[in-house]
Structures are given as C-alpha cells and as structure tokens.
C-alpha cells in the first residue's frame, strides 16, 4: 500500500502534486489508478520509441549517407505514424517530424 503511494508521488520521473499520491477510495477508483499508471508507463514507452526512431534518422543524415538516411527514414515513418495513430502523439507532431526529417535528407549533397 505505501509502495503504491510512493510509485504515484514519484511517477514515470515527473512531479506530482500531493493530489495524486492520496487513496483511492472506491473500488473502481483505485482500479482506474492501476489503469492509469498502466497506461502512462505504456504511453511513456511508445513516447520513447518515437524520439529513438527520430534520432536514428538524424544520425543517419550526420553520416552522410544518403541512401542509408533515407532508409532509416522508411522504417521510422512506421513508427511514427504507428504512435501518432494511437494518439500518443498528435498527428501533426508526427507529420512535422517526418517532413523535417525528409526535408534534411533531400538537402543532403
């Protein structure tokens, strides 16, 4: 129970306010928190995926190859398009990111 109350102050690295650290009261409450703390952990996950997918292209372009950047680029549009579907993300972020990458990938010599 005081594990449950610490894991909810603490959270995924973020501050909490003293709000979310108090005791459910209700069956379903405190189901819904599981439930939430659930999807956070899963939603901070797929967050992470994006940013790796990303950051793999970018590190695909400071290579300088460009085939292999524009590879890199297929398989993380996947990605990316995947979170942004399950709204992780918003669609726009997603579709901002590809276009960046794209754009740098064609200015590549």
């Given at each position: 129970?005081?594990?449950?109350?610490?894991?909810?102050?603490?959270g995924?690295?973020?501050?909490?306010?003293?709000?979310?650290?108090t005791?459910?009261?209700?069956?379903?409450a405190?189901k819904?928190?599981?439930?939430a703390?659930?999807?956070n952990q899963?939603?901070t996950?797929?967050?992470s995926?994006?940013?790796?997918a990303?950051?793999?292209?970018?590190k695909?372009?400071?290579?300088?190859?460009?085939?292999a950047?524009?590879?890199?680029?297929r398989?993380?549009?996947?990605?990316?398009?995947?979170?942004?579907?399950k709204?992780?993300?918003?669609?726009?972020l997603?579709?901002?990111n590809?276009?960046?990458?794209?754009?740098?990938?064609?200015a590549?010599a």
């Open positions: 129970m005081l594990a449950d109350l610490e894991d909810a102050w603490v995924a690295g973020r501050r909490h306010s003293r709000e979310d650290a005791m459910a009261n209700t069956k379903q405190r819904r928190s599981r439930q703390r659930a999807h899963h939603n996950a797929l967050h995926r994006l940013r790796t990303i950051k793999k292209v970018r695909a372009i400071a290579s300088g190859d460009k085939s950047a524009a590879a890199e680029l398989t993380s549009t996947r990605v990316i398009d995947s979170i942004a579907d709204n992780v993300v918003h669609k726009n997603a579709a901002r590809k276009s960046r990458l794209a754009a740098a990938i064609k590549m």
